[in-house]
């Protein structure tokens, strides 16, 4: 346990001195990294994104779903904690489409303790934080995709909270070239948030030396409000050559968050017979991530199409992350 919290006392300074901004966010669960495939890619997706995984991304990419579209993702984050996401598109027609998507960061208990027993109270608390959104998306022509993503996000630790509506929206235009598609999103915007609770109240003694002492008045610590994630990216992806037989993509995005310094995010994918993908990627100017690797398979089941999933990502101090998605089209 003291290694571990030395090794993230490590990373946290390296990384502030690097940013001043690092560190001025919350609901910082919402920029992990959501479907095998995007983060194989290493994230350049938001070109890409063309199933019901696009609502974490860009949700102008559900406008070219066929029909329906599933999506399931496991991540089993460091230490204890995981983060389960779902999402769901229908295709309208001509209408659009609609999506909904969930996300869920949650942790194992872990023991209360204080400065009187250090060895635990007898109780335990948790951590939880959770993502909801509904999404509406539309192609105004045969080559523009528009999108937008409503979403309630919600911080829960122990008995203290914090919630609040964020907005995403999101564009995508193909060329005629190799199917050349220029991606655009802004996520997570929205107003700050601020954690609220039981345990924030206390009595305060406002004259400890009056005689007779003074009834103790009900009071409460304030927390200062922090603002969400903002983040904007923009990209491109393209078929270098595409068979019935053999494909190859490879994508390219730049990232802006608004706690942190700009990103480059690369990303290429080769596809055998459409069931077998291979693929990999780099991030360039993270603290800690850099590459990323992944395989897919696709397999049919009568008109509709199962997907699964896997991608490697590589941290060079913390432990390397594995993530599976489970995904079906019909």
Request: charged fraction near 15%.
């Amino acid at each position: 346990m003291k290694k571990t919290l030395a090794l993230i006392l490590v990373v946290a300074s390296l990384a502030s001195s690097q940013n001043a901004n690092l560190g001025t966010v919350g609901a910082k669960f919402l920029q992990i990294g959501v479907g095998s495939r995007a983060v194989a890619l290493g994230g350049a997706y938001v070109a890409v994104a063309n199933d019901a995984s696009a609502l974490f991304w860009n949700p102008a990419g559900i406008a070219s779903v066929g029909n329906q579209s599933m999506h399931f993702t496991h991540v089993a984050w460091w230490s204890t904690i995981r983060l389960n996401a779902a999402a769901y598109a229908l295709r309208l027609g001509t209408q659009g489409a609609l999506g909904a998507s969930v996300t869920v960061l949650s942790m194992d208990p872990m023991p209360v303790t204080t400065e009187l027993t250090p060895e635990g109270t007898g109780e335990t608390f948790t951590s939880t934080d959770l993502m909801i959104g509904l999404s509406y998306a539309r192609a105004l022509t045969d080559k523009f995709n528009v999108g937008l993503t409503v979403k309630y996000v919600q911080e829960n630790i122990w008995n203290e909270s914090a919630s609040g509506v964020a907005f995403d929206v999101g564009t995508q235009y193909t060329l005629w070239f190799n199917d050349f598609t220029i991606g655009m999103s802004l996520t997570n915007f929205g107003g700050d948030l601020k954690m609220d609770g039981r345990d924030l109240e206390f009595k305060y003694n406002r004259d400890p030396t009056a005689i007779p002492k003074e009834r103790l008045a009900p009071a409460k610590l304030e927390p200062s409000d922090y603002p969400l994630p903002l983040h904007f990216q923009v990209g491109a992806a393209m078929n270098l050559y595409k068979s019935e037989n053999f494909g190859w993509k490879i994508a390219a995005d730049v990232t802006h968050p608004n706690d942190n310094y700009e990103r480059v995010n690369v990303g290429t994918e080769v596809g055998v017979f459409e069931r077998l993908f291979l693929r990999a990627g780099y991030r360039y100017n993270y603290d800690d991530e850099d590459l990323t690797l992944g395989i897919g398979v696709a397999l049919p089941i009568g008109d509709s199409k199962a997907l699964f999933d896997y991608a490697y990502s590589r941290y060079n101090l913390l432990p390397s992350i594995h993530r599976f998605s489970v995904g079906f089209d019909f």
